[in-house]
């Protein structure tokens, strides 16, 4: 059986409202607009939303199984979307006066700042800094932890190390250290090596027998495999995708594989 959405709905202001299943939002955290209530919130299926996390934005949209913990702050004038399986650590700021995307499977290590604007000198007095644009960060993007973040383009499966000051974009692939950030891949290699779909096929099976309950799960490696008809959560190995059905067995396996084991999107 599932668990009841249980939010103190005075702390969340928006004039439309998604709330997903199994949502966890603590009592002291807080939801709405730059003045007053928000336009649109969308919260997806089993998201976890921390003690006195801060969301100030007309716009906001996190993915299912995202994770925001305790202290965080997003705020911002311009939309921010959050993808699936996100994992926001505590004392973080997500800001969003530029607009700001986080894709599917990002970390966001404690105490690291995402920036998409510049703004406080004097323009009067001839300040050359003021400028906000949009912040992309794309899918499987790793900040460790202490980043600073300027409005770049993260690309895909791109990393940065501990206290790492990204200034510039960063490319697929590639772990970034120091202040400003450099790529260090040609030294230590990169995020992701690569693997194959029978390899991962083996590891899911394995995952799947450590967890124990499968008499609803199943893993495949092609489309035609899935039957969209039955009560069965099928995961896609080659697409990194799974049936979503949100039965116990399915929630209890996600949980199971989060945040390292393996991590899907639902089709």
């Not at 949009?134 to 499987?140: E, R």
């Not at 973040?149 to 490319?171: E, F, I, L, Q, Y």
């Not at 039955?230 to 799974?242: A, G, L, M, P």
Request: charged share 25%.
């Amino acid at each position: 059986m599932h668990q009841e959405t249980t939010i103190n709905m005075k702390n969340i202001r928006s004039n439309r409202l998604h709330l997903g299943k199994n949502v966890v939002i603590h009592p002291t955290a807080e939801i709405s607009g730059i003045q007053g209530d928000a336009e649109d919130i969308y919260i997806g299926d089993n998201v976890y939303i921390g003690e006195r996390v801060r969301i100030i934005c007309d716009n906001f949209h996190i993915g299912d199984y995202s994770k925001i913990h305790h202290d965080s702050n997003v705020h911002g004038y311009k939309p921010c979307r959050i993808g699936h399986n996100a994992w926001i650590g505590q004392f973080c700021i997500i800001d969003s006066i530029g607009g700001t995307t986080l894709g599917d499977n990002c970390g966001v290590g404690a105490h690291s700042q995402l920036w998409s604007h510049i703004k406080y000198g004097d323009t009067l007095e001839g300040c050359r800094f003021l400028t906000d644009r949009p912040l992309q960060i794309g899918n499987d993007v790793w900040f460790v932890g202490h980043c600073i973040v300027s409005p770049v383009t993260a690309h895909d499966r791109s990393m940065a190390m501990v206290g790492s000051v990204v200034t510039k974009d960063m490319n697929y692939n590639e772990i970034y250290a120091g202040s400003p950030a450099k790529s260090i891949s040609e030294k230590i290699g990169f995020q992701f090596e690569e693997t194959t779909v029978e390899k991962k096929r083996t590891r899911m099976i394995a995952l799947l027998k450590e967890f124990g309950d499968h008499r609803l799960l199943k893993i495949v490696e092609d489309d035609a495999d899935v039957n969209f008809n039955d009560e069965i959560s099928y995961f896609n190995v080659k697409t990194r995708k799974y049936k979503k059905t949100l039965s116990q067995a399915e929630v209890d396996f996600m949980h199971f594989l989060l945040p390292a084991k393996a991590k899907f999107t639902p089709y």
